[in-house]
């Protein structure tokens, strides 16, 4: 096939996809090609490394991460963390997949640490649901439900629940775990 028949985004989708399965590294840029039924030289032409496709895969969590943050943090300071936890709830279920990738894969990770403004805005997401007055309590419960999203993506007994009903059970518990009124 030719290089044009590839797009950016068909690659990105089989690559969530792949990266969903087989997590990133045990994702090589052939089994990306195989799966869209192109060249290695046909992704090569978007995306030059498999850093780059990785990048590009996690993009729209940390938009949407950042956009959330910048959403909540126009109203008062005791609405903040609970408005957050509703925001990452409903994320984490329109997203399973992302939040599977994003969260619990180790190379995902990296690229994590790797990225300044990533790192702004898990810094941004721990603080604000640690609230105004963070203490060591505080802080591990907004890394424990951070770290705890990622479950109904990976988790086959959850994943099989309706999008209302493990929305409203990710933001339950969340509260719950946080401190935070229903």
Do not use: W
């Not at 850093?51 to 959330?68: G, K, M, N, Q, S």
């Not at 609405?79 to 509703?86: M, T």
């Not at 604000?128 to 203490?135: H, I, K, S, V």
């Not at 959850?158 to 229903?182: H, I, Q």
């Amino acid at each position: 096939m030719p290089r044009g028949d590839a797009s950016a985004e068909r690659i990105r989708a089989a690559a969530l996809d792949l990266f969903s399965r087989h997590g990133v590294a045990g994702t090589s840029l052939q089994m990306i090609a195989d799966a869209l039924g192109v060249t290695k030289a046909a992704v090569y032409y978007h995306f030059r490394t498999k850093d780059e496709i990785v990048r590009a895969v996690l993009a729209p969590a940390f938009a949407t991460f950042a956009t959330l943050l910048d959403d909540v943090a126009a109203h008062p300071e005791p609405e903040r963390a609970a408005l957050l936890v509703d925001g990452l709830a409903r994320q984490a279920v329109t997203h399973r997949n992302l939040y599977a990738v994003v969260l619990q894969d180790v190379t995902a990770a990296e690229l994590r640490r790797q990225s300044p403004g990533d790192v702004d805005t898990f810094r941004r997401l721990r603080e604000t649901l640690a609230g105004p007055l963070p203490d060591d309590i505080s802080r591990t419960r907004a890394a424990i439900f951070l770290s705890g999203l990622m479950g109904p993506a990976v988790d086959a007994d959850v994943a099989r629940l309706d999008d209302v009903t493990l929305e409203r059970a990710v933001a339950g518990a969340g509260r719950r775990l946080l401190g935070l009124p229903d």
